[in-house]
C-alpha cells in the first residue's frame, strides 16, 4: 500500500513538472530565433573553450525540455554563463518557437541557413 501511493504521489509530481515546461511555439519562428543556437548547437561533437563543455545537439530533443532548460539558464538556476546571456535575451514566447523548432528536426542536423 505505501509503495502505491509512492508510485501516485510521483507519478503526480511528473505530470505537474511536464505541464509547466509545455511548448506552445511556432518552429517556423523558432528557426529564425534559433540562427544563434546553431552556431554550437548545430555542430557535431562541439566543445566550448571556458568553461570546457561538451555542447549537446539539441535537433531532436523534446521541446518541454528545451523550455525548462531556457528558463533555468535565464533564471539563472543553470550556471553556464554564454547560456545565461544568451537565454536572458529571450522572450517566453521565442524560448518557446525554439525548443518546436529543434523538436521539429527529429534527428536532422540544425544547420544555419
Known amino acids: 500500500m505505501r509503495i502505491r501511493i509512492v508510485a501516485i504521489a ?3 509530481a511528473a505530470a505537474a513538472v511536464s ?3 509545455r511548448a506552445d511555439g511556432d518552429a517556423a519562428k523558432g528557426k529564425v530565433a534559433a540562427y544563434t543556437c546553431i552556431g554550437c548547437h548545430g555542430v557535431p561533437n562541439y566543445t566550448n573553450v571556458y568553461p570546457t563543455y561538451r555542447v549537446p545537439q539539441l535537433a531532436g530533443q523534446h521541446a518541454a525540455y528545451i523550455l525548462q532548460a531556457l528558463k ?3 533564471a539563472g538556476d543553470r550556471t553556464h554563463k554564454t547560456m545565461h546571456a544568451q537565454a536572458s ?3 517566453d514566447q521565442q524560448m518557446q518557437d525554439i525548443a518546436a523548432y529543434f523538436e521539429s528536426l527529429g534527428n536532422a542536423p540544425a544547420t544555419a541557413q
Open 10 to 12: 510521483l507519478a503526480c
Open 72 to 74: 533555468e539558464y535565464k
Open 89 to 91: 535575451s529571450l522572450s
Open 19 to 21: 505541464l509547466t515546461a
